[in-house]
């Protein structure tokens, strides 16, 4: 039986005779048993039939004398409600409509062929429908105020929700019992909602017909689009190629480099994870002349509508393993799926977390081996570095402070040695090694009292715990 009471009969008759489908009745009743909903709408209509025609206990409401205008009143609410019923395609939650919506979400994601466990259901209402439920609620307003009822407009149960109760089990059932989750709704033009706030009754009235008029087409669905939330894949790499972007390289239109870091990595990930696409992160960045090496660079990939998303601690050491055969200029370690909350960790301490360099440094003047040692006892050396002239195109002209924590050098003959650094993340090496023509200060061409300048640089070590080593 419907949860019905005494004072929503002049509701239900009013919405019955102006050709209102028997769900969004109940809408207006402020029925919010979710198995009201769930029924055939041809019995909810029988219900609400017969609830106007008789009062609790089963008795009749009108006096079995009761005389042949009244019982021509309740033949003609009943042809109404029999017409309503052949019309109720033309309702949002018409059992046709509804069904056509459920047939098309189960054929979709059946089609994406997911991996889920969960499903959440968003649904895009037409603006227009707004102005038609105004005109329903003033309708239903007007004669609520005249049996001395009191009806607020925020207790109507929302279409959104009606259609969230018919839909979960249907959608549930089809798909093997997944949980199905609360809709979220979407309304293409939120204008049309805040101009119904605030426009009068009767300046609607005057240019709206109330009740409204009956739909000409029936409601279907227009597109039906499945995605899945997003998985992150997170893991440290190692660049050993002296002429690979971390990122594909493109000046001016052209690409300057056949591949990248990161599109050696996602292209076996995007493959395994059936994603439509990427966003790519790391720990910092090297240049396209810099290796990579130890432990290597933390990174992370944010993978955008993947179709598999279940994948075991094997799986994923075997997509590591693709991903290191397929080149050999990088190489990936610790493979892992996160969370998102967990790879803001690759960004905390920024400013705060050391790399470790290693530099084939030249010098003009002929040197000697105990004209670098001193260089070893050099600690927390404060530099002022203006943004170098190679980057400057690209970020903004300041002076950054930055501190090589220490340095070590090894003597290779009388123009060259390696110069090992460990830095405050952010610290440009190159500049400090050649000056940038006075730009960071101090710098090696003043330590040693002559020019200098880099000709390889490795990155050793990227201090950052994250993610966790995975066991080999």
């Not at 690759?346 to 003047?365: D, N, P, R």
């Not at 000697?368 to 260089?375: K, N």
């Not at 960071?440 to 390889?456: G, H, M, R, V, W």
Request: glycine share 4%; with cysteine.
């Amino acid at each position: 039986m419907l949860p019905l009471k005494e004072k929503d009969k002049p509701i239900i008759q009013k919405l019955l005779a102006a050709g209102c489908c028997a769900r969004c009745v109940l809408r207006f009743c402020c029925v919010s048993v979710q198995a009201a909903y769930r029924q055939p709408p041809e019995e909810t209509l029988k219900e609400l039939q017969a609830f106007i025609k008789n009062i609790e206990n089963g008795k009749c409401q009108d006096s079995v004398g009761q005389d042949s205008t009244d019982e021509n009143k309740s033949q003609d609410t009943e042809e109404a409600a029999t017409a309503v019923r052949l019309k109720d395609g033309n309702s949002v939650l018409d059992h046709t409509a509804v069904s056509g919506v459920f047939s098309q979400i189960a054929e979709a994601v059946k089609a994406g062929n997911y991996e889920f466990d969960t499903l959440v259901l968003s649904l895009s209402l037409p603006a227009q429908l707004c102005v038609r439920e105004h005109s329903c609620w003033l309708h239903v307003k007007k004669e609520v105020r005249e049996k001395g009822l009191v009806l607020n407009k925020d207790d109507v149960i929302q279409v959104k929700e009606a259609f969230k109760w018919i839909m979960q089990g249907m959608v549930a059932k089809e798909l093997g019992g997944v949980a199905v989750s609360p809709f979220e709704s979407v309304f293409t033009r939120m204008a049309v909602v805040k101009a119904l706030e605030k426009i009068p009754d009767a300046k609607f009235l005057k240019h709206y017909p109330c009740p409204p008029r009956q739909p000409s087409s029936s409601c279907s669905p227009r597109e039906v689009q499945c995605l899945h939330v997003s998985v992150f894949v997170a893991g440290r790499y190692n660049k050993f190629c002296r002429s690979l972007p971390q990122t594909p390289w493109v000046i001016d239109g052209e690409r300057r480099m056949e591949s990248s870091v990161e599109e050696l990595i996602a292209a076996p990930i995007l493959s395994a994870f059936r994603a439509d696409g990427f966003n790519f992160s790391s720990s910092g960045r090297e240049d396209v002349d810099v290796r990579t090496l130890g432990n290597g660079r933390p990174f992370a990939m944010e993978l955008l509508n993947p179709h598999k998303s279940r994948f075991s601690k094997v799986q994923m050491k075997q997509l590591q393993e693709t991903i290191n055969e397929s080149s050999d200029k990088i190489k990936v370690r610790d493979l892992q799926i996160v969370t998102r909350e967990a790879m803001g960790r690759m960004k905390e301490g920024e400013e705060e977390k050391t790399k470790s360099y290693t530099a084939l440094v030249w010098t003009q003047k002929t040197i000697q081996r105990e004209d670098i040692s001193f260089i070893d006892n050099i600690k927390d050396l404060t530099l002022n570095q203006k943004t170098p002239l190679r980057v400057l195109h690209r970020r903004a002209l300041a002076v950054r402070q930055r501190t090589i924590h220490s340095m070590s050098t090894r003597f290779l003959d009388s123009h060259h040695f390696y110069l090992g650094l460990k830095t405050q993340a952010g610290t440009y090496i190159k500049e400090f090694v050649h000056g940038d023509f006075g730009r960071t200060n101090p710098n090696l061409c003043q330590l040693l009292k002559t020019d200098t300048d880099i000709l390889e640089l490795d990155v050793e070590s990227v201090d950052v715990d994250w993610p966790p080593p995975v066991p080999e």
